[in-house]
Nanobody, 128 residues
Framework: QLQLVESGGGLVQPGGSLRLACTAT????????VGWFRQAPGKEREGVSC????????NFASSVKGRFAISRDNAKNMVYLQINNVEPGDTAVYSC?????????????????????WGQGTPVTVSS
C-alpha cells in the first residue's frame, strides 16, 4: 500500500516552468507505474504522463508532448513532472497515482482507471 503526496504547484506565468513532485510512502515503490493526471475546472480528468517502475518507459498525452518531462528517483520514492513553457491551458489540479497492474505504453491514452493509489493533488495556475 502506498500513500502519495504531491507538491510543487503554484502560480506561474505563461512561458514559465515548474516541477511537480510526487512523494510516496510505503513499500515496493519501484514496482509501481506512476501516472500524472490533471483536472481543470469544469473539465474531465486528463492523463498527461506516466512512467514505469524502472523509469525506462515514459508516455505523454499529445496535448503536453514536448513540454512535459517525467522522471523518478526510486531511492527517494519520488516521481517528478517537469512542466516547461506553461500555457493557460495547463491550469488544473495535478495529481499523481500509482498502480502495480497498470501499463505505461508510449502513444497510448493514459487512463485513470486501474490506478489504485492517489494523492490529493496540487494546484497549478497559469496567469500573468
Amino acid at each position: 500500500q502506498l500513500q502519495l503526496v504531491e507538491s510543487g504547484g503554484g502560480l506561474v506565468q505563461p512561458g514559465g516552468s515548474l516541477r511537480l513532485a510526487c512523494t510516496a510512502t510505503g513499500r515496493g515503490f519501484p514496482l509501481y507505474v506512476v501516472g500524472w493526471f490533471r483536472q481543470a475546472p469544469g473539465k474531465e480528468r486528463e492523463g498527461v504522463s506516466c512512467i514505469t517502475g524502472s523509469g525506462g518507459i515514459e508516455n505523454f498525452a499529445s496535448s503536453v508532448k514536448g513540454r512535459f518531462a517525467i522522471s523518478r528517483d526510486n531511492a527517494k520514492n519520488m516521481v517528478y513532472l517537469q512542466i516547461n513553457n506553461v500555457e493557460p491551458g495547463d491550469t488544473a489540479v495535478y495529481s499523481c497515482a500509482a498502480s502495480q497492474l497498470q501499463k505505461c505504453i508510449p502513444n497510448f491514452r493514459i487512463e485513470s482507471r486501474g490506478y489504485d493509489y492517489w494523492g490529493q493533488g496540487t494546484p497549478v495556475t497559469v496567469s500573468s
